[in-house]
């Protein structure tokens, strides 16, 4: 069982940054592949970025791309988010995700394990 617990989220003005985190324990392959979703009210749960578990082939929503770096840290079994130019529209719910698949996706349905998540709010 993978149990994942996310922090890092506040409520910041307009143009700051926010690192998130992701803390994952239990067994997590080389194979799966982790990514940051984000749920704002009224709206569907929309795909932020993602990777591999060993952080290849980082993926991008255009609404972020060039913004936001996803990382981590290995040995802490720790994935991180970065959002800079923070804007009113990233206000949101962030959830991290991990997916038993080696092929990232940015269906949600096919994630099986989630955090709990962490808001994010951005003043104008």
């Known amino acids: 069982q993978v149990h994942l617990v996310e922090s890092g989220g506040g409520l910041v003005e307009a143009g700051a940054s926010l690192r998130l985190s992701c803390a994952a324990s239990?067994?997590?392959?080389?194979?799966?592949?982790m990514a940051w979703f984000r749920q704002a009210p009224g709206k569907e749960r929309e795909f932020v970025a993602g990777?591999?578990?060993?952080?290849?082939?980082?993926y991008y929503a255009n609404s972020v791309k060039g913004r936001c770096t996803i990382s981590r840290d290995a040995a802490e079994k720790t994935v991180y988010l970065q959002i800079d130019s923070l804007k009113q529209e990233d206000t949101a719910v962030y959830y991290c995700?991990?997916?038993?698949?080696?092929?990232?996706?940015?269906?949600?349905?096919?994630?099986?394990?989630w955090g709990q998540g962490t808001q994010v709010t951005v003043s104008s």
């Open positions: 990777f591999r578990w060993t952080g290849a082939n980082p």
């Open positions: 239990g067994r997590i392959f080389n194979t799966y592949t």
């Open positions: 995700a991990v997916s038993l698949s080696s092929i990232l996706t940015t269906d949600y349905a096919r994630y099986r394990h």
